[in-house]
């Protein structure tokens, strides 16, 4: 069995995903430029992002892979 997501970012429905290492809050909407924020910071805000938090992990792993210079294999392909 696949183990649930924690309560971070990284899992949040809120949060929009720019580099492996982060990316923005969009808890408020309409923002000039939104919060930046860690893959595994937290707040009471948190909502689930159900299956986009693995899409999200998975292209993670790949952009990690790539500045490695190692192919890697997805469900949807080969990425590099
Ligand atoms: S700061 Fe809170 S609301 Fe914003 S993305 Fe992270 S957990 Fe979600």
Same mark, same amino acid.
């Given at each position: 069995m696949i183990p649930l997501p924690k309560k971070i970012c990284l899992s949040c429905r809120n949060f929009s995903l720019q580099n492996s290492d982060g990316g923005v809050c %969009?808890?408020? %909407?309409?923002?000039?430029s939104y919060p930046l924020k860690a893959t595994g910071d937290t707040c009471d805000q948190w909502k689930d992002c159900g299956q986009q938090y693995f899409i999200r992990t998975g292209w993670i792993k790949a952009q990690l892979a790539e500045e490695k210079g190692i192919k890697v294999i997805t469900g949807t392909g080969i990425i590099n």
């Open positions: %969009k808890v408020v %909407k309409g923002l000039a």
